[in-house]
């Protein structure tokens, strides 16, 4: 059983930056996720356990930068050059294996799931 914890989230201008975390109890291929209201939770970017491997959403490529710190098996996200429509809930989540990369996008590829953390960007 891998437990996430989350954080880092907040209110934000449009314009600005910020950066969420994700601790986890073991070394994991980790993902995030994000879910604005009425919408369907949709893949943000994943990176494998050695951190060799990211991919991101297009909506977000050239913006958001994953990376990790397998010392503290933690995962992070910075985010730049917020929008309006990044507000969300960022979720955090794990997978003991590496995904297929076809899978990488999938909510079903994750065992594992963060409680989420609340992005929201002003105009």
Request: positive net charge.
């Amino acid at each position: 059983q891998v437990q996430l914890v989350e954080s880092g989230g907040g209110l934000v201008q449009a314009g600005g930056s910020l950066r969420l975390s994700c601790a986890a109890s073991g070394r994991t291929f980790m993902g995030w996720f994000r879910q604005a209201p009425g919408r369907e939770r949709e893949f943000v970017v994943a990176i494998s356990k050695s951190g060799g491997y990211t991919s991101y959403a297009d909506s977000v490529k050239g913006r958001f930068t994953i990376s990790r710190d397998n010392a503290k098996n933690t995962v992070y996200l910075q985010m730049n050059s917020l929008k309006p429509e990044d507000t969300a809930v960022y979720y955090c989540a794990a997978r003991n294996g590496e995904p297929g990369p076809a899978l990488v996008a999938s909510m079903r590829a994750y065992d594992y799931w963060g409680q989420g953390t609340q992005v929201t960007v002003s105009s």
